[in-house]
Nanobody
Framework: QVQLVESGGQLVQTGGSLRLSCAASGRTISSVAMGWFRQAPGMQREFVAAERWSDGRTSYRDSVKGRFAISRDNAENTVYLQMNSLKPEDTAVYYC?????????????WGQGTQVTVSS
């Protein structure tokens, strides 16, 4: 069972950058696909960026393409989300997640979330 802990969220101005980290323990992330999701107040949790379980390629929601990038460091058992050109609509709690069988099958672990607030 993998445990995930996010960090790096904070208040930032429009146009700024942040890098979120997701540290995994209990299982190596080299055998799972990782992803980032977010939830704004009063909204449903939504997909942001993720690795495809089948081939490891990355995908992004349209609104963050070209601004966000997901990456991993297997040696550190950590996944990152680099966020550039932040906008107020990016304000949300960001969660990392892991799947061993594919996102459409099951999510095996969620982190507790880290708050990102983008001021206008």
């Amino acid at each position: 069972q993998v445990q995930l802990v996010e960090s790096g969220g904070q208040l930032v101005q429009t146009g700024g950058s942040l890098r979120l980290s997701c540290a995994a323990s209990g299982r190596t992330i080299s055998s799972v696909a990782m992803g980032w999701f977010r939830q704004a107040p009063g909204m449903q949790r939504e997909f942001v960026a993720a690795e495809r379980w089948s081939d490891g390629r990355t995908s992004y929601r349209d609104s963050v393409k070209g601004r966000f990038a997901i990456s991993r460091d297997n040696a550190e058992n950590t996944v990152y989300l680099q966020m550039n050109s932040l906008k107020p609509e990016d304000t949300a709690v960001y969660y990392c997640a892991a799947t061993r069988t594919g996102w459409s099958n099951s999510v095996d672990a969620w982190g507790q979330g880290t708050q990102v607030t983008v001021s206008s």
